[in-house]
């Protein structure tokens, strides 16, 4: 196993105290990127299991009262806006596409400037 891997695979206790969460941060802020990218070059596939360790197994999300918690003018605003997005959509699903050709149509000479 190349240094990179036993760099990463290297066991922490389960209980933590500051100075060794200290210790890893400036560790990480050394040496971090430069493991990473050479793990991700020598070793895809300890990469992606160290890129997946790192995505939280559980993601709590809380709706925050949505519609009914907005103002009047949110509502107004964010109905403007959907209807501007309907607009556009429209305006790009009527457009029409032109057919031609590029042709080189002659410009003036770059000025001089040794002068």
Do not use: F
């Amino acid at each position: 196993m190349n240094e990179a891997l036993l760099a990463l695979r290297v066991k922490q206790p389960k209980i933590d105290n500051s100075a060794q969460e200290t210790g890893r941060s400036e560790d990480w802020q050394q040496h971090g990127r430069e493991v990473l990218k050479r793990v991700r070059r020598e070793s895809p596939a300890a990469y992606l299991k160290v890129c997946a360790l790192l995505v939280p197994r559980e993601m709590k999300l809380e709706h925050s009262g949505g519609v009914k918690a907005m103002t009047d003018e949110q509502l107004e605003r964010g109905i403007e806006l959907i209807k501007e997005m309907l607009a556009q959509r429209e305006a790009g699903a009527n457009a029409k596409v032109l057919e031609g050709e590029s042709e080189v149509v002659p410009s003036w000479p770059a000025p001089d400037i040794s002068r």
